[in-house]
């Protein structure tokens, strides 16, 4: 193997296979000694520090590094170096530059600082940048240059570089703490703007970070505009929920669920058919369009009707799992979102099903759920649906549900009997006798 690798350096001919399947044998093989891999080691090391080795060669010595990084964790840190070498000296081949990332990636030695990331990261060459970018967390970088790097990059004219960019921040601000809050704002601002791009995934991309850069300024305000900044996030959110891409809607109400402080006048506001005269005049700070820099109280309106009614089975289950949390803010707030959460119960879609169920359990479970008798028969027909799961969680749910009316009470029990007649289960029964133990 060593004569065949160092052949092909000293006349520059075409490479022979001979050597490389050879050391690929030699490296996976479980019984292969460490004098054995010290050997390959040492030629591998020599051939990549030769100016003049074939790029097709430096690509597969590459590859072999990363599998020996793989089976060998520990190897010596003047491999690691040599990679890190060549991954700075080599900026003409975009898949060599890229393979020792990625093989530097696999190290469990801490070599990829901060210099190397910033001198690669500049680099004109895309797939490296778009690579950069995307494993970011395995570089040490002070987060204040890191946030400083991924704004800036949010401006490439590539679109999927924004997008990786815009997901480094959502998952910068998650774990951070960062002194300049006009550095996060001009996040948050930089998000807000793409959320009018006009790549789908972008948009994607640009919700999440506008929900992580908004959770992170309200958790530095003081408690007297905290709700103020809290109202702002979940306005500009919902001025989203409209959106053209099916995916940018489930990802609003995704983010719309991770809210918890929100005002009881704007979650009404959501659930209603027509806006208010009390939020017509109100705005809030941030940035509902491209040129517009106040959000007004109106953007929340029908935001929830739209998704409980969207033709796509995907955004109606998002927005029922947003209520899930949203609900428990307000009485009133929950009141009418079982209004709605009971005809969602008649959905084509079982995972819709599911989850407006799952979200009345919560609401149970948490005293907040209250149902009517002009419910109760929509409620009752789900104890007969096909799926076992579904009638599960619908017992559940009535097992933790306060029946005002004894008329209530015997209607509960008489459609418990009736999904006991129609699919006979031993957890049914135990059910009919938890309801009659709590009347007697």
């Not at 003047?78 to 990636?105: G, K, M, Q, W």
Request: overall charge neutral; charged content about 20%; hydrophobic content about 45%.
């Amino acid at each position: 193997m060593e004569h065949h690798l160092r052949r092909n350096l000293e006349i520059n001919e075409n490479i022979r296979p001979q050597a490389l399947l050879q050391a690929l044998s030699l490296i996976v093989n479980p019984s292969t000694s460490d004098s054995t891999l010290s050997s390959i080691l040492k030629t591998l090391t020599l051939s990549l520090k030769n100016p003049n080795t074939n790029p097709f060669l430096s690509h597969h010595i590459l590859r072999l590094f990363s599998l020996l990084f793989h089976h060998r964790p520990h190897l010596p840190h003047n491999v690691i170096s040599t990679v890190r070498e060549f991954s700075l000296l080599h900026s003409t081949s975009a898949r060599s530059l890229a393979d020792a990332l990625a093989c530097l990636s696999l190290s469990d030695i801490n070599v990829n600082d901060e210099s190397t990331f910033l001198s690669l990261v500049l680099r004109p060459c895309i797939s490296v940048r778009h690579w950069l970018l995307l494993n970011v967390s395995k570089f040490d970088i002070r987060p204040s240059v890191l946030l400083t790097v991924l704004l800036g990059f949010t401006k490439d004219p590539y679109p999927y570089i924004r997008g990786v960019a815009l997901d480094g921040l959502a998952d910068l601000c998650k774990c951070i703490v960062v002194e300049d809050d006009s550095l996060i704002h001009g996040c948050y601002l930089r998000a807000v703007e793409l959320l009018f791009d006009s790549e789908d995934s972008v948009r994607c991309s640009a919700v999440r970070a506008v929900s992580a850069c908004g959770q992170l300024i309200v958790a530095s305000k003081q408690e007297r505009s905290k709700r103020d900044w809290c109202d702002a996030l979940f306005l500009q959110l919902c001025s989203m929920v409209r959106d053209m891409s099916v995916k940018v809607r489930i990802e609003v109400f995704s983010a719309l669920g991770k809210i918890e402080i929100v005002s009881e006048y704007i979650l009404l506001q959501t659930l209603s058919k027509k806006a208010s005269s009390a939020t017509k005049e109100m705005n809030f700070p941030g940035q509902y369009a491209e040129k517009i820099f106040r959000i007004p109280a109106s953007s929340a309106s029908f935001a929830f009707l739209h998704g409980l009614e969207d033709e796509f089975s995907e955004v109606r289950e998002s927005a029922c799992r947003a209520l899930q949390t949203l609900a428990i803010l307000s009485a009133d707030f929950t009141n009418e979102v079982v209004n709605f959460l009971m005809d969602v119960l008649n959905d084509d879609s079982t995972a819709v099903r599911l989850q407006a169920l799952d979200t009345m359990h919560h609401m149970a479970m948490v005293g907040h759920l209250k149902v009517q008798q002009a419910h109760l028969h929509m409620f009752l027909g789900i104890l007969l649906d096909s799926h076992s799961l579904i009638r599960c969680t619908a017992r559940k749910v009535l097992k933790l549900t306060e029946l005002p009316s004894l008329a209530m009470f015997k209607m509960c029990v008489d459609g418990l009997i009736r999904e006991f007649e129609l699919y006979p289960q031993v957890c049914c029964r135990k059910i009919v006798l938890h309801c009659y133990s709590q009347s007697s």
